[in-house]
């Protein structure tokens, strides 16, 4: 049985196809392209399908090419290329991408709605989905939906613009697009469906307006229900007193632990230096340790710029020998004033 040939270009093929595409627009465009990148790409193009060819050196004139179009894209150079040219009528018209075509269609289409449904005096006062019924209340909701519509296709159209111009469009994003155009058109009737009629103004300029502005901006219409959950949630969640208060039990709590965690290490560290006291350990080795416990104790300060305090204006009498009113320690020990001497 017969194979069928696979319809998807080899990668030669479509390395081909977009640096003739890229080597066109840079041309058009008047930028420099070196010629050796001309004449390798030409001579990769004539080639018949059996021959071979140097692969690494179409790849090499692709990157040269992607970087002399930037921002541009080949995937875009190729999607919009001088093919749609060619055609003529509403075709050529709308352009070769397939998105802005369909946008196009459904701005008209909602344009075409909105106007048609205006000229019924369904629309003449304001409707509301709690005050109206029936008929007049089903056109009102076509009216809200076909400018909300409207809203979210301008959005889109002007967004895919820039890409389009830029030639950076990239066809595996328009279901995103598909998707923002309902989040907008939601968005606008759950806009004009909340907010009421200002009073002393048009309700009916002012909801198709909503309308508009949510279909145009969904993400604004997205954070004021975001703002509306936060407002009912802080009803149950009690006073910003209480919140304080927890917060501040919260730090005294967690300052709690810090301090016995400090106070369990110097312990510790206490109980070391008795143990060595005990071994006979050597006393400068000691005095460093014990230094070590009163630093962590009383963290040095930074030195006092202060000018240095006048002399006292008489000398007190000297103090008496620390021998003289204590007994002499015994060998091995450290004696600190008012601290227990530990024997060796």
């Given at each position: 049985m017969a194979t069928q040939p696979s319809s998807v270009p080899s990668v030669r093929d479509q390395l081909v196809q977009e640096s003739v595409a890229m080597a066109q627009y840079a041309l058009a465009a008047g930028k420099q392209v070196p010629p050796a990148v001309v004449t390798t790409l030409e001579q990769a193009r004539?080639?018949?399908?059996?021959?071979?060819?140097?692969?690494?050196?179409?790849?090499?004139?692709?990157?040269q090419l992607a970087r002399l179009v930037a921002p541009?894209?080949?995937?875009?150079?190729?999607l919009m290329g001088p093919d749609h040219l060619s055609t003529s009528g509403l075709g050529s018209m709308l352009g070769p991408i397939g998105l802005v075509r369909r946008l196009m269609v459904a701005a008209v289409i909602s344009m075409a709605?909105?106007?048609?449904?205006?000229?019924?005096?369904?629309?003449?006062?304001?409707?509301s989905v709690t005050t109206s019924s029936g008929f007049g209340l089903f056109m009102g909701e076509l009216y809200w939906l076909s400018a909300a519509a409207m809203g979210a296709s301008f959005a889109m159209l002007m967004q895919v613009s820039t890409y389009v111009v830029d030639r950076s469009y990239d066809p595996k994003y328009e279901p995103s697009y598909w998707i923002k155009f309902f989040l907008g058109v939601m968005a606008g009737f759950i806009l004009v469906t909340l907010v009421p009629a200002v009073e002393g103004s048009s309700g009916n300029f002012t909801q198709a307006t909503l309308a508009m502005l949510g279909g145009f901006s969904a993400s604004a219409v997205f954070r004021i229900l975001t703002r509306l959950v936060d407002a009912v949630e802080s009803v149950f969640r009690g006073d910003n007193k209480d919140e304080i208060s927890r917060?501040?039990?919260e730090a005294r709590s967690k300052a709690g632990e810090e301090t016995s965690r400090?106070?369990?290490g110097l312990a510790a560290k206490v109980v070391q230096l008795q143990q060595d006291v005990?071994?006979?350990?050597?006393p400068a080795a000691l005095t460093t340790r014990l230094r070590e416990i009163l630093a962590d104790l009383v963290p040095e300060t930074a030195p006092d710029e202060s000018p240095a305090p006048a002399p006292a204006p008489a000398a007190a009498p000297a103090p008496a020998p620390v021998a003289a009113t204590?007994?002499?320690?015994p060998e091995g020990t450290i004696a600190l004033p008012n601290v227990p001497v530990v024997a060796g």
């Open positions: 004539t080639a018949p399908d059996d021959a071979s060819s140097d692969v690494a050196a179409i790849v090499k004139v692709h990157d541009a894209t080949p995937r875009a150079l190729l709605v909105f106007i048609a449904v205006s000229l019924t005096e369904y629309t003449n006062g304001p409707q917060r501040e039990s400090v106070r369990v005990s071994a006979g350990a050597d204590a007994e002499a320690a």
